[in-house]
């Protein structure tokens, strides 16, 4: 990996794993709670983050196909969205993407990464480097309020351990 993607790199693997332990041990219906009818719930922020890291890949140069054909992607809140996927098809997806996205973070190259980013996002560079640091930050913003969304559900707090909750 590029030495100045390898933080980051870092953080999109932790985020993997983040991830899939502040899901643990949340069901069907806890997956379809609210707090209120203002705040979204864990199979919507679960969705959309699985259709950005999508986003992501095809951002990267992969083709990645939009899991839930795109629905969750851009979606802001709850009442855009008519279906939400089911937890065990958010958590498989995820497992299966990845992968493939961290392997093409150690293919990107010098030249890549320093490139002009299409699009551009706001308060980073206007580069590659520039656009996969916003969506770092946009994939550790969801997994946090994931991770409030698990206690409000009653759950333990979610586990930096990595591997400690599957």
């Known amino acids: 990996m590029h030495p100045s993607l390898a933080p980051l790199g870092a953080l999109i693997q932790l985020n993997s794993k983040l991830f899939l332990n502040v899901l643990a041990d949340i069901d069907e219906a806890g997956a379809t709670a609210r707090p209120n009818d203002r705040t979204n719930n864990v ?3 679960g969705g959309h983050l699985v259709e950005t890291r999508a986003w992501m890949a095809r951002y990267l140069g992969l083709e990645e196909k939009s899991p839930f054909n795109g629905v969750l992607e851009h979606a802001t809140k709850l009442e855009d969205v008519p279906v939400l996927p089911s937890l065990a098809v958010i958590r498989a997806t995820w497992r299966e993407q990845s992968p493939r996205l961290e392997a093409r973070l150690e293919e990107l190259t010098e030249t890549d990464l320093t490139g002009p980013s299409s699009p551009r996002f ?8 520039g656009g996969i640091a916003f969506l770092v930050q946009h994939e550790s913003y969801h997994v946090g309020q994931l991770a409030f969304l698990r206690r409000y559900l ?3 707090a979610m586990s930096y351990k990595v591997g400690s909750r599957t």
């Open 43 to 45: 199979a919507f922020l």
């Open 122 to 129: 706001p308060g980073v560079p206007e580069t590659m480097l």
């Open 154 to 156: 009653g759950l333990p």
